[in-house]
């Protein structure tokens, strides 16, 4: 039987973030599956962005931490991720917003991320494409911004198969061994793989994993559409994420033009990939309501992916209680791609060491759902 120390299922960025983080460590044989291609899931259908303003403490450490593999991408892993650093701006118009993001802001500043309040008259000068008139004002961190998912997962799986890492395309996860409490094999259509420790990195497909296991992960697939304009000139290439907090619509500059989306706050859960026609119709409305300009902008596409949302908007990071030797890094609610790379090495830490000290991640174990220790990110698109 096939032997590994460590089964990563699912190749996206948290995959190969954890794979190559694991054999940075020297931690053995490693295996990653993937039941598509590296970087081609939920990873590849982000719009890329990374940020520091979050509001709970663990979330804006994990910022912190992967922003110093963001900012110096380059000279760690040798690719061009085509990073961006304009700042993201959120724009308030609800008062309970205010309060809440002042209260954000003040935790931010303290632990040294470079925010600040801006009141309308600033964001008519950082995004001069919107309306300002009902705005109660906003907070802005120059530092956060965007870069290219794909490059980037892609640049963490070759360094990892650098490193010796297997990675095994169009091999899905098809179940497990398991021996009263501990994880003897994970299954594959190629047979086992018998290992010490298997880790789901699975996205928004977790909870199907965890059912193979056994167990009710509470990470859920939601439908997310972004769109992409041709070339439109009519706005500086320069201006920050523009985030509508009270609609969750956004728009940043993307090559020529300009990606944009927003959630729908009706959107059922489910593995429908296509785009809604009429929920398009209703994005494109509110950019041209917040942002009057892209009346004259021209859609060039638009696609759909999934975010893995769990019960308090934060993932779920470290080891199953359950089952002896399986772990679970999944259900970022939208933010996976930004933290990957802290992730990755934190779990490494957790896995190798027994703690994580990068980060203390214990506030994201997973048995908190079972434990009612819900710990809930309020800063989310």
Known sequence: ??????????????????????????AGRIVVL??????????????GGIRLQFSTETNIRLSLLSFEYWEHFTERFGVDIGLHQYGYLFLLTRPEDVSAFRASLALQTSLGVPARWVEPQEIAELQPAVRTDDLLGGTFCPRDGWCDPYTATMGFATAARELGVEFREHCPVTGFRIVGDRLQAVLTPEGEIACGTAIICAGPYTGEVGKLAGLELP?????????????????????????EFESSLYFHPE???????MSNPNEPPGFHKTVDPEWMTRTVEALCRRAPVFEQARIRRGWAGFYEVTPDANPL??????????????????????????????????LLDGVATSVDIRAFSPARFRRGQLIQERNVI
């Open 219 to 243: 990470v859920v697939p939601y439908r997310r559409m972004s769109f992409v304009t041709e070339p439109f000139e009519l706005v500086p290439k320069t201006v920050p994420m523009t985030i």
């Open 317 to 350: 990071i470290g080891r199953i209680e359950e089952i002896d030797g399986l772990a679970v890094a999944a259900g970022f609610s939208g933010h996976g791609f930004m933290h990957g790379p802290a992730v990755g090495r934190c779990m490494a830490e957790l």
């Open 1 to 26: 039987m096939e032997r590994a120390d460590f089964v990563i299922i699912g190749a996206g960025i948290m995959g190969c973030s954890v794979a190559y983080h694991l054999a940075e460590r020297r």
């Open 255 to 261: 090559g020529e033009g300009f990606l944009f989306g």
């Open 34 to 47: 993937e039941r598509d291609e590296i970087a081609r899931g939920a990873t590849a259908d982000a719009a």
